[in-house]
């Protein structure tokens, strides 16, 4: 059993847990997700690591109210706690493999979408404990879903916050902001990475390709099985079939194929669609075997 040592609901139906798991706080790195199981009767539902602490032991998840499963999982208080708790899974951010005297020469630009600030969030506070810097944009559509605002800004060098109602901070996408940072604030950045809705993330490698800006985004919306047995990830980037939850999450945003992508997304929410996907994609639909049986 692996014991909630918190939880909370800062905003609604989204929900922030701190889980004791000692193995996965020694092991993981920003960009990966665990996978997380109430009891024997529930779903596997992959989530991103929001922040982790070696020495307590700790993972924190954040997820959003979206089901019957994740309605359960918001039930369960301090004392409770998951049957499973697997991780870390997926590929770490490919920052943490390059020389930190190499990162320090780099500008980073971080642009979070509602929930996508929780993924966001360990990244920048580990660029920040190796003295690299990052700007953050954080969206959401109105300033009461807006969350971990206080968390970011002790780890950001610039947090720039704005809501499509403008009920906070500037109004407008976060487009509109990448786009008056950099025409107007004389901003440069080398790398740019960006984690929300599909959408959010398209349009964003849309404006970044215009400015050459090198982006990378998190893929983990369309995870469902989280082992690349189910097929519900996968995603064509750079021509080459690529499976989010083992390849990834993260990819090169300028190659991913976002209209197949959240096409996917739609036909797997369906029995027929995935019957559809299942008959379409042959062999290569559950990661290339063919045979593992997938969402069965």
């Not at 953050?136 to 559509?141: L, P, Q, S």
């Not at 064509?236 to 990834?248: E, L, Q, R």
């Not at 019957?275 to 063919?290: F, Q, V």
Request: charged content about 25%.
């Amino acid at each position: 059993m692996f014991k909630i040592l918190r939880s909370s609901m800062p905003v609604e139906s989204i929900c922030i847990m701190e889980v004791q798991a000692e193995r996965i706080a020694k092991s993981c790195l920003p960009g990966q997700f665990i996978i997380a199981k109430i009891d024997e009767e529930g779903e596997r539902i992959p989530l991103t690591i929001c922040d982790y602490d070696e020495k307590k032991g700790t993972i924190t998840i954040v997820f959003q109210i979206m089901g019957a499963s994740t309605y359960r999982m918001s039930k369960l208080g301090v004392g409770d706690g998951f049957q499973d708790f697997v991780g870390p899974l997926g590929q770490p951010s490919e920052f943490t493999k390059e020389p930190v005297e190499e990162l320090k020469k780099k500008k980073f630009l971080f642009v979070a979408g509602g929930v996508g600030t929780a993924p966001v969030y360990p990244q920048v506070k580990w660029l920040k404990e190796h003295g690299v810097d990052a700007d953050v944009i954080v969206g959401a559509k109105t300033k009461d879903i807006l969350i971990l605002e206080d968390e970011m800004k002790k780890v950001a060098t610039n947090l720039y916050i704005t809501t499509d109602d403008g009920s906070y901070c500037r109004k407008g996408m976060v487009t509109e902001v990448i786009k008056d940072l950099i025409e107007n604030e004389g901003k440069k950045y080398d790398v740019c990475v960006a984690i929300g809705p599909m959408i959010m993330m398209k349009f964003v490698c849309l404006m970044t390709k215009e400015f050459s800006l090198p982006t990378i985004v998190s893929l983990n919306p369309i995870m469902v099985d989280g082992t690349g047995m189910c097929g519900a990830c996968r995603v064509t980037v750079g021509g080459k079939v690529k499976f989010a939850c083992v390849d990834g999450p993260e990819f090169n945003g300028h190659e991913v194929n976002f209209d197949e992508a959240m096409k996917r997304q739609q036909l797997y929410k369906t029995e027929e669609g995935q019957a559809y996907l299942r008959e379409k994609e042959g062999n290569t639909h559950h990661g290339g075997c063919g045979n593992c049986g997938g969402e069965k």
